[in-house]
């Protein structure tokens, strides 16, 4: 069964740091690129970062830039979301997911209509 679990999330002060993990299992990852997504309240389903299936290319949305970095450890089947500087406006449900294709993430952050696998979320707030 294909599934990917999304964990680290939580309460957090602003200016303080989250690290997001999405755990993939039931296929190989190294063959898909993976992409975090957030949605607010009230608010519609956004790519935050990306990085290709080799890891070799990564892209952040331009809120996140400078702050947040993804990464990756295929022989863990495991990519990671590190988050600093945390801003209110950074609360949200997580979600991490997956595309088939070595070309994918390759220049820019996908659009959701894209991924072919979605994990449950992970909610994280910044609130003093």
């Known amino acids: 069964q294909l599934q990917l679990v999304e964990s680290g999330g939580g309460l957090v002060q602003p200016g303080g740091s989250l690290r997001l993990s999405c755990a993939a299992s039931?296929?190989?990852?190294?063959?898909?690129?993976i992409e975090w997504f957030r949605q607010a309240p009230g608010k519609e389903r956004e790519g935050v970062s990306c990085?290709?299936?080799?890891?070799?290319?990564?892209n952040y949305a331009d809120s996140v830039k400078g702050r947040f970095t993804i990464s990756r450890d295929n022989a863990k089947n495991t990519v990671i979301l590190q988050m600093n500087s945390l801003k209110p406006e950074d609360t949200a449900v997580y979600y991490c997911?997956?595309?088939?294709?070595?070309?994918?993430?390759?220049?820019?952050?996908?659009?959701?209509?894209?991924?072919?696998?979605w994990g449950k979320g992970t909610l994280v707030t910044v609130s003093s």
């Open positions: 039931g296929f190989t990852s190294d063959y898909y690129a």
């Open positions: 990085i290709s299936s080799t890891g070799g290319s990564t």
């Open positions: 997911a997956a595309v088939r294709g070595q070309h994918m993430c390759i220049l820019q952050v996908l659009p959701e209509a894209y991924m072919d696998y």
